[in-house]
């Protein structure tokens, strides 16, 4: 044998262990490097967002937490990612399991070993950018952690929350995530050459609308969201009527339609084959055809379609227990018999009005209150209370349609011209709004001279964004505004 055959031969004998050991320990999830394509070893990042506060709106904080369970059973580390989450749900006085948090009936709790990286005030949209941009310096409270990734790593978004047109909800009052920014910052942290491929998941109303016309095709970002742009995502795991359901103790839903759909893929799926494309085919198909003819939406996706073929585990890591599942798309599972559902015997997969009624997520307050009211002991304090927070909230909700309605006829003549202009919705590919900094301060206007625009409310940003889209100037919107919000009703 000549010296260069003999030393070919030592490195293919120095080369092959090495490769078997590296697909071994990724194997036993025990890197977060891993080598995709050809490429150098990667680093995987995640970032979960839960934009909401408050118990009624438990099932964002339980999406969340279920999100990083998977993530952690797929070999993502701690330091890697990086959690927003208000944090009053696991012990808050109404929760009848202190401690837990479920996304499912009968579900494991998805609370322990969440990391507590953003919480409380902390949760900004402010420090949400500045974490997505790696930008310690900027970050406010909190654990400092960021998305310290370089030009090969992968990065995973989820946010779960309240939406409307061109925004997303955080927990404070007048704190929102807009469109542009969030766009804004992701075409910035490309710029930076600071990721390789990135994937986002939205669950919120109108969640369509953060990227529909906004998120270029040539950054490496997927995105897929739970709603079009202009119709609700939907709640789900919700309590009913009947108080001998398995969520008679709960008054509020454990979980949101398109994030369970995902979620409970990636509990039973082989990532490591399982492509972006195929669990958006299964996502998408659970969530339209959720046996019920209203509370479904549409899930969508945008950006960079090549994408779709990446395999899962290069984003969210893959759990070596699933190695073996294999999913067959075209099979739905049929409404199941109240009967069979037992501790032993309720799958995620099993459908029950009792247990999968959806509500429109802008409805779920009310469902939570009239569903508390419902229990409460008749003639009782408690009763009371609660049918003056529901009241309160119907008439809310009136005073704010009558609002928007009366501004639009004053700027746009007769109720039938004013209804076309305000609820337009514009062709796909084109965004909500021209100028976003219009919409800001139309939003501000509104709020100054009418009050807080709340979960309901600001569903009426389409209406704003139209009025700008239409050459409705500041001025003209004031003159709208007093006269119709300082009229008492």
């Known amino acids: 044998m000549s010296w260069v055959k003999f030393f070919v031969a030592f490195l293919i004998s120095i080369m092959i262990p090495l490769r078997v050991v590296s697909l071994d320990s990724s194997s036993e999830n025990v890197l977060n490097d891993v080598m995709i394509s050809g490429h150098e070893y990667q680093t995987r990042w995640a970032v979960l967002i839960a934009g909401s506060a408050y118990y009624l709106n438990y099932r964002h904080q339980a999406d969340v937490c279920h999100a990083y369970q998977i993530l952690k059973k797929g070999g993502l580390k701690d330091e890697n990612i990086i959690v927003f989450m208000y944090d009053d749900i696991a012990f808050n006085p109404n ?19 969440v990391p507590k990286d ?27 952690k960021v998305l310290d990734s370089g030009p090969n790593d992968h990065i995973f978004i989820y946010y779960a929350d309240h939406g409307a047109p ?25 710029e930076n050459k600071a990721y390789r491929k990135m994937v986002i998941y939205i669950e919120a109303c109108e969640s369509g609308s953060i990227f529909d016309g906004l998120l270029p095709k ?14 609700s995502s939907y709640a789900t795991y919700c309590p009913d009527d009947d108080f001998s359901s398995p969520l008679s ?13 995902w979620l409970e893929h990636c509990d039973k799926a082989n990532l490591r084959e399982e492509t972006l494309q195929h669990q ?20 969508m996706e945008y950006g960079n379609m090549h994408q779709r073929n990446d395999v899962i585990e290069c984003y969210m890591g893959s759990n070596p227990i699933n190695d073996n599942f294999t999913y067959d798309i075209n099979h739905v599972v049929p409404p199941s018999p109240r009967s069979q559902y037992t501790t032993t015997t309720l799958s995620s997969t099993t459908h029950h009005p009792l247990i999968n009624a959806h509500h429109d997520q802008r409805d779920t307050i009310i469902h939570h209150f009239s569903h508390k009211l419902r229990k409460a002991p008749s003639g009782s304090r408690e009763k009371r209370e609660l049918q003056k927070q529901l009241d309160e909230e119907i008439n809310g909700r009136k005073v704010t349609d009558y609002r928007i309605y009366e501004i639009g006829k004053l700027l746009f003549g007769s109720q039938k011209n004013s209804s076309l202009i305000l609820n337009h ?7 909500l709004v021209d100028d976003w900094d219009c919409l800001k301060l139309h939003v501000k206007t509104y709020e100054k001279h009418c009050g807080r625009l709340t979960i309901y409310g600001r569903k009426y940003t389409r209406a704003f964004a139209n009025m700008c889209n ?5 001025d003209q919107f004031v003159a709208a505004l007093i006269p119709t919000c300082s009229t008492k009703i």
């Open 118 to 144: 953003y919480t409380g005030k902390h949760v900004t949209s402010e420090n949400l950018y500045a974490v997505i941009l790696g930008n310690k310096s900027a970050v406010t409270g909190g654990s400092g």
């Open 249 to 261: 103790e709960y008054d509020t839903c454990l979980g949101d339609l398109y994030s369970i759909s």
């Open 470 to 474: 239409a050459g409705i100037s500041t």
């Open 166 to 190: 061109g925004m997303l909800g955080m927990p404070g009052e007048l704190d929102v995530v807009y469109a542009n920014d969030l766009v804004h910052v992701l075409k910035k942290k490309h």
């Open 280 to 299: 958006y085919k299964v996502v998408r198909r659970r969530t339209i055809n959720s046996n019920f003819g209203e509370g479904s939406s549409h899930v």
């Open 95 to 113: 929760n009848p399991r202190p401690g837990v948090i479920i996304n499912k009936p009968y579900g494991p709790n998805v609370y322990p070993g």
């Open 218 to 231: 040539n950054i490496n970002i997927y995105a897929t969201t739970a709603s079009n742009p202009r119709e």
């Open 425 to 431: 919705v514009r062709s796909p590919g084109q965004p």
